[in-house]
């Protein structure tokens, strides 16, 4: 049987179930929204967890700052605590498993379905920014595999698991354009993923740093190599430190070409991945395919501009010229990196970056959307 943790709530203004399966730590891309969105919500609606096959540093971490906890150990038990939990909504990402378990709540349970758009099944078969090379053997050859498979049949049962649910929430406008166009999707509303800014805030004030932060990007190698070694070749000639985080294959193969040239962070928390953007010059992001993008977000709430690309979620957080820089193509992402090296950073407040995210992507600004939307659902 599963367990329950934790206590019932009255007179909260909804009730709220996240869902997450098969997850190992807090910092998971998909993870991190959920607990963001539960810290603004928690203290004026019934909040709840449902953690099915998650790793123990993720369910302890959820047990310690959090009410009520369901813990199932299988589809059944889940079934069961949603049944005594009876949540106006049971809300989960886009992956096809969390989705096909969406689908089975459904059924099974009085409750509305919410799913939070982040993954979109399938763009990996479409996109040729991928640098599948840094992929293991068998899993560059079921992404060079997919390729041969028509979008279309890829895509036909994660569309109508989408369209089965009772809210579609996007987490950018550009995810809500491709839900558009790619999968002929209708979208309830576009809520940004919420930056806790009572971490991410500036720890060192400093315009003279000698470092910079660059992003490798995850696990799914949404970054190229030869790329990324352009950007060190920089930062070697301008004799600064690159402290990279991110997709741990690439940064092996960095660190071994460049030795102390650069630092690899790996299992950082949030506080300490605060400090690495509050003492750097600039954060380096030189992904192609980020549907929003946290990091940029989380390097200007503690006060440091950002060089990405002029294209998908970098335009909707990055003001180009005011909270950071939008190259237009790699030869301009190089210059723009090496003047900032030589020349440091000018025209820029920690205050007008940090103010830029509260505005728009921090816990309050975000949930309030959130909230929005799923209330909205109820009227109806």
């Known amino acids: 049987m599963g367990q329950v943790d934790g206590r019932v709530f009255e007179g909260f203004e909804m009730r709220i179930t996240f869902l997450i399966s098969d997850q190992k730590k807090q910092h998971e891309g998909v993870v991190r929204s959920f607990l963001n969105f539960a810290k603004g919500i928690e203290s ?151 930056t806790d800014t009572e971490v991410f805030k500036p720890t060192i004030y400093t315009q003279e740093s000698k470092e910079i932060v660059l992003y490798l ?33 690439l940064a092996s193969i960095v660190k071994d070409k460049y030795g102390d040239v650069v630092i690899y962070h790996e299992n950082l928390k949030d506080e300490e991945l605060a400090e690495i953007y509050s003492r750097s010059l600039i954060t380096v992001c030189p992904q192609r395919w980020e549907q929003f993008g946290l990091v940029p977000v989380e390097s200007m709430a503690c006060g440091t501009p950002v060089l990405a690309f002029n294209c998908m979620g970098f335009l909707e957080t990055i003001i180009n010229g005011k909270t950071g820089w939008l190259a237009n193509n790699k030869k301009d992402f190089l210059c723009r990196l090496n003047y900032v090296l030589e020349s440091g950073v000018k025209g820029f407040s920690k205050q007008s970056l940090r103010k830029h995210v509260i505005e728009h992507f921090s816990i309050a600004s975000s949930v309030e959307k959130f909230e929005s939307c799923l209330g909205d659902k109820l009227e109806r």
Do not use: M, W
């Open 217 to 249: 990007g995850s696990h799914l190698t949404d970054t190229g190599r030869d790329f990324v070694e352009n950007i060190v070749e920089c930062v070697s000639r301008q004799k600064c430190i690159a402290n990279l985080f991110g997709n741990s294959r």
């Open 44 to 194: 004026k609606s019934e909040l709840s967890f449902a953690l099915l096959r998650c790793g123990d540093e993720l369910v302890d971490y959820v047990k310690t700052r959090f009410c009520t906890i369901v813990i199932p150990d299988n589809q059944n038990d889940l079934i069961n605590e949603l049944t005594k939990l009876k949540p106006q909504f049971v809300v989960a990402d886009d992956d096809p498993s969390r989705l096909k378990l969406l689908n089975t709540i459904k059924r099974r349970v009085k409750t509305n379905i919410a799913v939070y758009i982040q993954v979109l099944y399938g763009t990996h078969a479409i996109s040729n920014c991928y640098n599948l090379s840094l992929l293991p053997f068998k899993e560059r050859l079921l992404f060079s595999l997919l390729k041969f498979v028509p979008f279309s049949v890829l895509s036909r049962k994660y569309i109508d698991l989408v369209s089965n649910c009772d809210l579609v929430l996007a987490n950018s406008r550009v995810t809500t354009t491709l839900l558009h166009t790619l999968y002929n999707l209708d979208v309830s509303g576009v809520v940004y993923p919420p």
